[in-house]
């Protein structure tokens, strides 16, 4: 394996470790507060984790609305 490899390799195990590490607080019971992840910037993650966080938001401006 050459050190380019050797590295990549490196990269994509602490990648997924801390994915795994973020996970585990899902399989928790959650607070009534919620709870706070840390997201590793991989893939489109961060982008994907936004753009529910807007339709979420939008739902809930709706539901306001109509009170």
């Known amino acids: 394996m050459t050190d380019e490899k050797l590295k990549a390799a490196q990269d994509l195990k602490r990648t997924i470790a801390a994915l795994d590490n973020e996970l585990e607080k899902f399989g928790n019971p959650r607070p009534v507060q919620g709870i706070n992840v ?30």
């Open 38 to 67: 840390f997201l590793p910037n991989c893939g489109n993650l961060i982008e994907d984790v936004r753009k529910v966080f807007i339709e979420y938001k939008e739902e809930f401006n709706e539901i306001f609305e109509k009170l």
